[in-house]
């Protein structure tokens, strides 16, 4: 030793003290064995003795010395002791120990010293024999300082990993099967807090080992594996018994990766299975397990697996069968966060089979997620399933075709969002929640990493997370954290607990000043990853920002080790360091360095990215092209990088900095990042990035101009934003080379939002590709297949792609298979991309040897090319490649969807389309293997339809590619057939397949597929009986092509036909409905084209379809019930319309002049009589005429009558008949009270009406209620019959109707609850009261009739609701003016009634919705518990009442209590605004878009009160933009006017000319710029919710503004118009003034809706363009189709006698009189208050004419009617957002509407 010393320069005694452990290693062994009587071995203890003699000797180390390094290294002298573990192969009886059935013969004996484990076992206990303390065992001398366990653990693993020799492998695992059962011994002692740490690292050491095991086991490496489960089975019993659940959360780790095992290795077969019975079986009962069983995935469907199946099943089936919605549930409860990707194979296997066999559930799930797509639980599915096949994607095949699957089950379905979101990991949102204090949300996510760390299958990085571990929960800030968390229920702190520091030990954490700190980092090569890996370069980017002195967060210093070892570690830290860094960033140096070279990273990305983009159409566009573009820098390179720039923009600069400026922590050029961020597929990021860019662009611009120029030069439009795209485009071009208009278009292509691609100029351009992009956005095939062929100076392949492209989607497949061999002459070495198009046009067409491949057989193949090979081996029947084929297809599939990003939804489907293809084609491998059966096919051909009605709402181009391959795989079938009957049985799946396929394209506007798919029916399958049902389909396409005549002659043909055969129709159902439908078709396409009279169009067609369909009973099939309908639906609205034609024609001028001379000629003939002038030729003639014209007149009215009950008797029939027309309730009331007097109407309501279910009439309850009476009119009984149906409809659905009847009962109530003082109180109100006028009286006494009648039934609940209506009413007229100065809450007066109400068990909670069931069985409604004994007052003039009501599952929902305020008006709106959400969601178009208008619920509750659903989460626009000091404009634009100071310049040029006006309007907006378009970037970080949410709300924009301009809304001042913080959504309140009453007020309103600048601002760069035109359009197009419905509701709203919607002049001076100047009219109302409500029968007449004089300006809206001329819905929209936004209109509003925010 000492000659050593000196050699290498050291003290010896240091370096002995160095290698004690390995000195001690040979002397305690032969102390322990102190009984052994061997010779050899007595002399070697005698030579340790005297060796330890020697070191004891104080010269040498000394006894002090020695004991305390005995002491520390601890740890390490345990762990050499055991190295020297060898078990021999022939033992002596006595001395066996568990591991003696592990050895082998030929184990290889190790170098010496080695020792049997009964020596090992007798040194180790001496060892512990040492210590001066009471405990026996060396485990519990450990347990002092647990960490050491975590030591002697890693140190044995390390040795594990580090060797490859299968032996020495197999004796380190003996080795740490001998520690581990020791510590298995005492594990219930806790090993001094560690046992949660050893029993979870021990578990998955042993599973990574088993995972890692070769493919055959013999020999040796057979005895490691059963080791490894003797092991495991003896930790799993001890974890059982001793530790109560923690094997709970491992559970499902280790059964998963136990199954596989079963059924590869016979020999361990017998162990693995009965440790599984031992886990599941045997512990079914123990609630720490039952739990975690409840929740395995299930159990093989193998015989061995068969009890531990029916066990687990009968745990997690005990409350009875799951639905798919729970069986969904189940799989996402686990956590994905697994290192272990195979353990989910069965749970893969069995979701599969789950959403195979119930697609009917699956559409219920779409259907209900409509609303709240966030919540939906495919979407979710989706987001755990893609999150799997990323983890598994370097691992195992086997998981990702099981996902391939699985997704494949799901299909390209419309999710009805545009993103997936999981963009944050689940860490980052719990730490924000847990703690307010950065750093500690740091060390929790920090932690909770390397938690995970601990259990990776690497021993580096084990080892690397240990010793941060330790570092970090030695600081301060680690101390502090861990005393923060102990109280949360999480495991995590368990696990830690080895690695704590007591609080004497904690470490100060030296911060090492330098004199330059980061100068290191300023180096190119350092940021920008030339030729290395990503993960090179990314380890050594974290750990230069480490070393480089600016970090100064204690926890971050200490992330070292690990980001030495682990990539993912880095790529998750980077972003914390660089914000760490600029935190602490003094002098700006920092960001000054950090800027140039992130800046530079960017710059590097673009320059790579630049090469054109060349893919067609991103949906068929493939991914990997990208990556040879982009060489030198990887795409996760470039995503972690972004992560950066995103995560530092979320991150606040300042408690007071606006979103924008925290955009701007480095000086970055964000159009170059957004650049980056769609390379990288982040679509929306990038689309964030182009705003943030343009609005700096515009910023820098602002502050260069003078102001004095600058006011010349703004024109209005670009006043929101003040360069337009194509300016923008330009700038951008000269300063970074990127055009930001082609980005823009690339951006929108990949997000697959309909109507953005319109936003950037897409129409306006020039560019020959951009023109093509929108052809083929639009689908117009035909065009885009012009401009290809035109614009040769496109580059070839994107040019040949195209046109390839357009003509497959044009159904031109015979010229494109032509066009196809051309250019493989003309180029055979073609790109791979070619190629591909060439496969698929391929196999579409069926021509199978033309095609000899390029690549050898074991390149990648393409999709169509496997597809094709597939197709290929179907017909020669090779199954094992086909099946290889298509394995190998979606393996493909799956990985590349995982190493895409995964924010937009859209970017999915093509891969989904194709997954859902593979899985089709597998199916019906099973078809052609056997021999085929008719119920087979038929089985296979209702998959496919179940799987089509999924897909309804998808885009036709993800659906085509499906069908086209149905199609070939029936033309194959057909093929191979031989058999006659089977072939016409595939004949007849073929010809259904096609027309559904005509259909689907017919609806998708394409109208070449479907001529193509009549053209190969008509091939296929010649007409039986002369007629079949795809002529139907051939008629409808030539119809579709506007080829008239054609498709007319085609269906009279048929008609003629089928009458013909009369006898064949009787019998057959389907002919009958053929023969209908013909009629029915025949009829109403003659009626559109005026090619019959009326009459004749009746009687031959509508009547007889009518007629033969009635005659069909029996079985009723929906195709069935669905004929009827529409029969009988054609045959009344025809009817309707003659009888509206004649009713047109009995108002106009024409008719009265003819009546006006009619009766002078009356007149003339009687004055003839009276003088008995003889009968000349004359008088003759005159009476003749008269006859004649009384004739006609007498026939019109004849007419009349015939077509009105023709009408309602085809509504009511059609009512009856099914579901889908229940809006046309709507026109038959109509037509009923229009005609109340006429008996035959009444005569059939009373008759069939009965039958029609009374919850059809639910959406006119208030139209029916007002008009009830008592009286009997002209003895026909119309209120008889009107009373007994609403009393029908009470009894069926009291929870609808009962407050809507009791208001009615109740009108005057306010008078006789409250006292006479509160009338005189009411100084300035909207309503005074009115005097009962005797109709009214009549009306409360039918409705008091009601009333009682459903009293009978049910008495307790009609006795809690009036009680209820009492108190609202008794409440909403308190006095409230004592507390108008207060802001919080008041406590609610004692005397009040509505303290008492408590558990009213049977009124529902009434401003909650109910939905109406049919059935009136009504369950699980919320009713009401009790009110808060609070109220707020909300602002406004009669001081409404804020109180909330506490429902029966206990959520308090707020209430808006109004009194003096007649609620009908507003009630009646949001009446209109359901039928408008229906007909918009019954529209493709406009559901596709979620297109709605959002209302709350209005329950009146007498003529002067009422109660309204308060909309939480919602903000006024008023609030957000101006109100308060921390109001947007206030914080963004501090420098512009203030908002008052606007005001009062308005208000004082009130009664200037207009162009002083408008002069003056503009000059305010010139210094009052508009800053909505930040709402969503503050509310919304993540881009990707911030896309959605701006989405939703210029949606929202576009539906509301359209239905209030066709409603006539007016008042939009910004207080009125609510913005919900969790959606973006407007919520439009208050809606008094409507069909344009706002014209006639005092200061008339000049804007059609409200688009002022900061709407307009809100909706992003491409403002009115784009997304809020087209919705504009959708939305008009919507109701102007549906003119009928709302004219017909409008109309039943106009004359309801209780519905005051006229301006008076009380209203006008409330409106336009708000509080601020209200002094100087109190004198001259009082005496108008007389006047203005006595409007009595005698204003009748002119009420009418008002309400027709609506009703008429209605239709002109709805008919494209703007001043006097027809526009299309394009040019109306058009008209109408130019009216909106044109300053000379904004400047003449009324200035409390504020229209320059």
Known sequence: MKSIANKIERDWRQLLAHCFPKILLNILPYFACQNQEDSEIALKREKAHKVYDMLKDENCLGKQLMDNLIHSNLPEIVVEVLMTLHEPVNIKPGEESALTRFTGDLDPIPNPPHFPSYVIKATLDYISGCHKTKSKSLVAVLSKNPESFQRILFAICKQLSGTSNVYQKHRNLMIYHFFVTLLLKEIKDGLGGAWAFVLRDVIYTIIHHISNRPLLLKGVSLRSFLLCCDLLSRVCHTAVTCCKDALGSHLHVIIGT????????????????????????????????????????????????????????????????????????????????????????????????????????????????????????????????????????????????????????????????????????????????????????????MLSLINNALIDHCIEVRSAAAACLKNILATKTGHTFWE??????????????PFRVSKKKLLEVSVNVREKPLEDLNNTNLWIPQSRSHDIWIKALTCALLDGGGVKSEVLQFLKPLCEVQTDFCQTVLPYLIHDILLHDSNQSGQALLSTNIQGFFTTCCKFAKAPSRSSTPVNSDPDSETLVCGSLDKISRRAMLAVVDYLRQQKRSPSSTVFEDSFWLELNYLQVAMTAQSCAAHFTALLYVEIYADKINLDKKQKRSPSRAAKQLTFEEGSQNLTITGLSEKSEEETGINLQGLLMDIYRSIGEPDSLYGCGGGKMLQPLARIRTYEHEAVWGKALVTYDLETSLPPSTRQAGIIEALQNFGLCDTLSIYLKGLEQENPKCSLELQELRYQAAWRNMQWDQIFSVKDE????????????????????????????????????????????????????????????????????????????????????LKWQSQSQLLQDSDFSFQEPIMALRTVILKIL????????????????LTKHLVELSRLARVAKNTQLPERAVFQIKQYSPTRHGVSEWQLEEAQVFWAKKEETLALSILKNMVKKLDEDWFMVEKDPNLKLIYTECLRLCGSWLAETCLENPT??????????????????????????????????????????????????????????????????????????????????????????????????????????????????????????????????????????????????????????????????????????????????????????????????????????????????????????????????????????????????????????????????????????????????????????????????????????????????DVVVPTLEIKVDPSGKYENLVTVRSFKPEFRLAGGLNLPKIID?????????????????????????????????????????????????????????????????????????????????????????????????????????????????????????????????????????????????RLAYTRSVATSSIVGYILGLGDRHVQNILLDEQTAELVHIDLGVAFEQGKILPTPETVPFRLTRDVVDGMGITGVEGVFRRCCEKTMAVMRNSQEALLTIVEVLLYDPLFDWTMNPLKALYLQQRPEDEDDTTGSLNSSNQDCNTKASSDTQTFNTVAERVLMRLQEKLKGV?????????????????QAMDPKNLSHLYPGWKAWV
């Open 258 to 445: 136990l199954i596989p095992i079963v059924g590869e290795q016979p020999e361990a077969q017998e162990e693995v299975l009965a440790l599984l019975k031992y886990l599941v079986v045997d512990n079914k009962d123990n609630e720490n397990l039952s739990q975690a069983i409840k929740h395995l995935d299930p159990f093989p469907d193998h015989p061995m697996f068969k009890e531990l199946r029916t066990t687990q099943q009968k745990i997690k089936y005990n409350r009875g069968k799951f639905s798919l919605l729970e069986e969904i549930n189940h799989f996402l409860s686990f956590d994905i966060s697994d290192a272990l990707p195979i353990t989910r194979l069965e749970g893969l296997n069995d979701l599969r089979k789950q959403l195979e066999t119930h697609k009917d559930q699956m559409k219920d799930l779409m259907k209900a997620s409509q609303e709240n797509p966030k919540d939906c639980i495919i979407v979710k599915l989706m987001a755990c399933l893609l999150q799997l096949s990323k983890t598994a994607v370097n691992s195992t095949d086997t998981v990702l075709e099981a996902v391939g699957s699985c997704l494949g089950e799901i299909g390209p379905i419309n999710f009805s969002t545009t993103a997936l979101q999981h963009s944050k990991s689940s860490s980052y949102y719990s730490a924000v929640d847990l703690f307010e204090d950065r750093e500690l949300q740091c060390t929790f996510i």
């Open 484 to 497: 923060m968390y102990k109280s949360k229920a999480d495991t995590m702190l368990i696990y830690l607990h």
């Open 858 to 941: 074991m390149g990648e193949r393409g999709y169509h090319e496997s597809l094709y090979d597939a197709l290929q081996c179907l017909r020669d029947k090779e199954f094992p490649t086909f099946y290889e084929r298509l394995k190998c297809a979606r393996i493909k599939e799956v990985e590349e969807l995982s190493k895409a990003s995964l924010e937009s939804v859209y970017s999915l489907l093509p891969t989904l389309c194709r997954l859902q293809t593979i899985g089709e084609l597998e199916h019906t491998g099973q078809l052609f293997s056997g021999s085929l059966t008719n119920r087979q096919l038929n089985d296979m051909y």
């Open 974 to 989: 057909l093929e191979k057939e031989n058999e006659n009957t089977k072939r016409e049985c595939i004949k007849d799946t």
């Open 1096 to 1401: 004749v169009i009746m009687q031959n067609y509508l009547e007889k379809a009518v007629e033969v369909a009635g005659s069909q009973n029996g079985d009723h099939s929906d195709e069935l019930k669905s004929g009827k309908m529409k029969a009988f639906l054609s045959l009344a609205r025809f009817s309707d319309t003659q009888y509206q034609r004649i009713e047109n024609y009995m108002k106009s001028s024409e008719f009265e002049n003819k009546q006006a001379l009619l009766m002078a000629a009356k007149q003339e003939v009687c004055l003839l009589r009276e003088h008995k002038i003889q009968a000349n030729r004359y008088t003759v003639k005159v009476q003749r005429e008269l006859e004649l014209d009384e004739r006609a007149i007498h026939a019109l009215r004849e007419d009349r009558r015939r077509f009105l009950c023709k009408a309602v008797e085809n509504y009511i029939r059609c009512l009856l008949s099914g579901d889908e027309c229940d809006l046309w309730i709507f026109r038959l009331c109509s037509l009923w009270l229009e005609n109340s007097g006429v008996s035959d109407v009444n005569v059939m309501i009373k008759r069939e009406g009965e039958k029609i279910p009374s919850y059809k009439f639910l959406p006119l309850m208030y139209q029916l209620a007002a008009r009830m009476g008592t009286k009997m009119m002209d003895g026909l009984g119309f209120h008889h019959i009107l009373n007994n149906l609403i009393a029908r409809i009470s009894l069926d659905h009291p929870h609808h109707t009962l407050f809507i009847i009791l208001a009615l009962a109740n009108a005057n109530k306010d008078e006789l609850l409250t006292k006479p003082e509160a009338a005189r109180q009411s100084r300035l109100t909207k309503n005074v009261p009115k005097e009962i006028s005797p109709l009214d009286m009549d009306r409360m006494e039918a409705a008091s009739n009601i009333i009682n009648i459903i009293k009978c039934q049910r008495a307790d609940m009609v006795r809690s609701v009036e009680a209820l209506c009492n108190a609202y009413i008794i409440l909403a007229n308190l006095d409230a003016s004592p507390w108008k100065s207060q802001r919080g809450g008041v406590s609610i007066p004692s005397n009040q009634p509505i303290t008492k109400l408590k558990d009213l068990d």
């Open 1445 to 1589: 009501c506490v429902g029966s599952d206990g959520r308090e929902r707020r209430q808006l209590v109004k009194g003096r305020d007649d609620l009908r008006q507003d009630a009646v709106m949001q009446q209109v605004f359901q039928m408008c959400n229906t007909l918009l969601q019954q529209n493709t178009e406009t559901r596709k878009r979620k297109l709605t208008i959002r209302r709350y619920k209005v329950v009146p509750l007498s003529q002067r009160s009422g109660v309204l659903e308060w909309c939480t989460g919602t903000i006024p626009l008023g609030e957000f933009l101006i109100n308060t000091d921390r109001s947007a404009h206030k914080r963004y634009r501090p420098k512009d006017y203030t908002s008052l100071f606007c005001q009062t310049t308005m208000m004082n040029a009130l009664k200037k000319a207009s162009e002083e006006k408008y002069v003056i309007f503009m000059d305010i907006c010139q210094n009052f710029q508009p800053v909505f378009r930040y709402f969503c970037m503050e509310k919304f970080l993540d881009p990707a919710v911030w896309f959605e949410k």
């Open 1762 to 1778: 703007e001043e006097g001329t027809v526009l299309s819905v394009g040019g109306q929209v058009n008209l109408l957002i130019q």
